[in-house]
């Protein structure tokens, strides 16, 4: 591992010559009218080049090195259009883009490698949903939001503490980011803890599928869900004029409620921003009746400014986020009979400024630094009473330098780190007040040939706890990545990809000791835990076309050292007790989805997922993983209007953990509707989900709960969204 890292950073230090440039340039319209439109961004993939197009939907991207790139035309409301082109020192090439709602989508992602590029063209597997998917899935939690994806699934205490699991991996061991940087809240640690993320007025969420540590780090060993607020913004540039949305919705079963707006204004090189949502949901209906102390409320509210020169950019933004929501049946685990009920308030003040420079006539063209701090608290009320008050206040910065695509040869090299202050205070008070640092240097390299992409890099990491009265732990660790792409056909590819992978153990699993009923659980810290080491392979094959989408993933993890709770037999304060212990483990699984035209009309959608975990000396079933789920749909499409009958499949779960109990497998079927007027200047859309049509009375494997809360009955949910550009 040290010899690959030292290799790359050889290669990245190499001599650069500047190549001849080339310019490339053309205009972006309406599809449906052929108008220009202006403020569409179009990225040169790879290149981390950006171009906007003007009033008359023309654009410009001078200073091109000669090569293939993947151009990629946005602009919220519309599907992302997608073209190769090839650029030649010294002539300029013209590049048109007609933009509509299509039905397969030219998905994007910059969270996979650091640059934006395609999800067709990335390494790892990618689920990306723009804005247009999120207006329509407006859900009390992230987990909601994104349950189902391909290879994600919900983990939850009730609505509105739902966290998504990606292939089987929950917890510590999955990343939640907004713009690039951790959320800074405490939803790895516990059951009960939410993600206080709201995806109504998000511009994308980027879902990485497999072990992310080599740019994120080590809590990133099972993937990335990677939130993402402003287009523009994270690449560094203005807009003239206004941009923005307003969206809301409702629902029934769960009394469902909210709303959202935000805003951009741009005026030369300077841009102007501001956003605010709130939802609530009363308690939710099952076949079974409702499920009392179920109800959510959230809020939140944004404002920033920033100035994007043509070298130089600098911004500054602050984040509110506020809600309290029940945990249902919590009550009844802390003692004989129920007590009052148990609800979580939470309040987050968030701070970002991001500064650097772009474009530079240089090896390193571009460079990013930003700085994120986050202040989390939330109380455990039993009744009005608080019980409990978390406290997390986290600074963490990240600096990337991206090197100025020459020749087959393009990556970067970034360093990361991070500050944390954690207490608690009350009847739950678990661990003592703990001190910890990361800090960690990384690099990404990838290297493209006509028949054939390699990618590969490193990350050195460490992460040190100084806790209040028990012992100190530093923990070292390399990991590493190394990837093949290899185009098979037109529009089809093979991919893929072997990394070794380390984490150090989370706080909670070092040093929490005492009852904990968000885990159910009397959990029994261990400071003398090792580091987890994980080494995995995946292959994926992939294909796009005007026609049809597919891919399929296979991926099998071995993990040394895995940490998990052991059951020890007994029974503390009312709850069984299990200590952190560590054992060998192994997850494999597969993904795969399948879009096809039937007619111009008519389309088909399959999909299925599965995960196998295990501790492997003893083939132990590990806890919460999802069963076998099927997908099986049509999309009906006429001009702007979408109606979508799907049936979606779980195979029952019967590999389970000591004390776990097994769930049935069901069948559920919803219907949603969709219609989007899109004009040269502003889009209106119109949905619509009616789910769980046949009232099944089904359970979530991943619930704590799941044995006394079945999931939402039948219900309706509406939603209205215009977005002005």
Excluded at 351 to 365: I, K, M, P, V, Y
Excluded at 506 to 525: K, S
Excluded at 546 to 553: F, G, H, S, Y
Aim: aromatic share 10%.
């Amino acid at each position: 591992m040290k010899r690959l890292f030292c290799l790359f950073l050889l290669t990245s230090a190499a001599v650069w010559t500047q190549p001849s440039f080339g310019v490339l340039k053309g205009k972006v319209t309406l599809a449906t009218s052929g108008e220009p439109l202006h403020g569409a961004t179009i990225t040169v993939s790879r290149s981390g080049r950006i171009g906007e197009s003007e009033d008359d939907g023309m654009y410009e991207i001078k200073n091109l090195p000669p090569g293939q790139y993947s151009l990629v035309a946005h602009l919220q409301s519309l599907s992302d259009e997608t073209k190769t082109v090839t650029i030649k020192a010294g002539e300029s090439t013209e590049v048109n883009f007609a933009l509509t709602i299509a039905v397969i989508k030219q998905s994007m992602t910059v969270t996979a490698s650091g640059r934006e590029q395609s999800t067709m063209e990335s390494f790892q597997s990618v689920t990306s949903l723009d804005a247009l998917d999120l207006s329509l899935s407006s859900r009390a939690s992230l987990g909601e939001v994104l349950d189902n994806q391909p290879g994600v699934a919900k983990r939850s205490f009730g609505p509105g503490s739902s966290r998504p699991v990606i292939r089987g991996f929950d917890g510590d061991r999955v990343l939640i980011m907004q713009d690039g940087l951790p959320t800074g809240t405490l939803s790895s640690q516990s059951g009960d803890h939410g993600e206080s993320l709201d995806t109504t007025g998000l511009d994308r969420v980027e879902i990485v599928k497999g072990p992310a540590t080599l740019l994120y780090g080590s809590n990133a060993i099972g993937g990335v869900v990677n939130a993402i607020t402003g287009h523009h913004r994270m690449h560094g540039h203005s807009h003239p004029g206004a941009r923005g949305y307003v969206t809301g919705f409702g629902g029934s079963t769960n009394g469902q409620a909210g709303g959202a707006g935000g805003f951009d204004y741009g005026a030369g090189k300077w841009l102007l921003w501001g956003s605010g949502s709130g939802q609530r949901n009363g308690e939710y209906n099952t076949p079974e009746g409702k499920v009392e102390n179920s109800q959510t409320r959230v809020t939140n509210a944004t404002g920033g400014f920033g100035r994007y020169g043509d070298r130089y950019f600098f911004d500054l933004g602050y984040r509110h986020d506020e809600g309290k929501y029940g945990i249902p049946f919590a009550s009844s685990f802390e003692g004989e009979g129920d007590g009052d009920p148990i609800s979580l308030a939470f309040r987050r003040h968030n701070l970002r400024a991001s500064a650097g420079w772009q474009n530079a006539n240089s090896f390193f063209e571009n460079f990013r630094l930003s700085v994120n701090y986050s202040d989390w608290q939330h109380k455990e009320l039993e009744g009005d009473d608080v019980g409990t008050v978390f406290n997390n206040k986290q600074t963490t910065y990240r600096g990337v330098f991206q090197q100025r695509a020459s020749g087959r040869l393009t990556g970067s090299l970034g360093f990361q780190g991070t500050h944390r202050d954690y207490e608690t205070t009350g009847a739950e008070t678990l661990a003592p007040p703990v001190r910890q640092n990361v800090f960690a240097v990384f690099g990404l390299q990838e290297y493209s040939f006509e028949k054939v992409r390699f990618q590969f890099g490193g990350r050195v990491e460490n992460t040190s706890y100084n806790p209040v009265g028990l012992r100190e732990r530093s923990y070292m660790g390399a990991s590493g990545a190394a990837g093949i792409y290899v185009p098979l056909w037109t529009g089809g590819a093979f991919v893929s990809n072997y990394t070794h992978s380390f984490r150090a153990p989370a706080l909670e699993e070092l040093y929490n000791n005492g009852p904990h009923v968000g885990n159910l659980t009397y959990e029994v810290g261990n400071a003398n835990l090792r580091r987890e080491r994980s080494d995995g392979i995946d292959f994926a094959v992939r294909h796009q076309s005007k026609r049809i989408k597919a891919e399929v993933n296979v991926f099998d993890y071995r993990i040394r050292d895995f940490v998990y709770l052991a059951p020890t037999g007994k029974i503390e304060d009312g709850l069984p007790e299990a200590e952190y212990d560590q054992a060998d483990s192994r997850f494999t699984g597969t993904e795969a989805s399948f879009s096809a035209g039937l007619r111009e009309y008519l389309w088909l959608n399959l999909g299925a997922d599965y995960v196998n975990a295990r501790l492997r000396e003893t083939g132990q079933p590990l806890p919460r993983i999802p069963p076998l789920r099927g997908r099986a749909g049509f999309d009906i499409r006429l001009k702007g209007l979408s109606i979508k009958p799907e049936l979606r499949l779980a195979n029952q779960q019967d590999r389970t953990f000591e004390a776990e109990t097994r769930t049935a497998g069901y069948a559920l079927f919803n219907l949603s509707s969709s219609y989007t007027v899109a004009k040269q200047h502003v889009a209106h859309i119109f949905g619509v989900e009616a789910f769980n049509l046949s009232d099944r009375l089904y359970r979530n494997h991943l619930s704590f709960i799941k044995d006394r809360a079945p999931e939402i009955g039948r219900g309706v949910r509406f939603a209205y969204t215009v977005r002005f550009f």
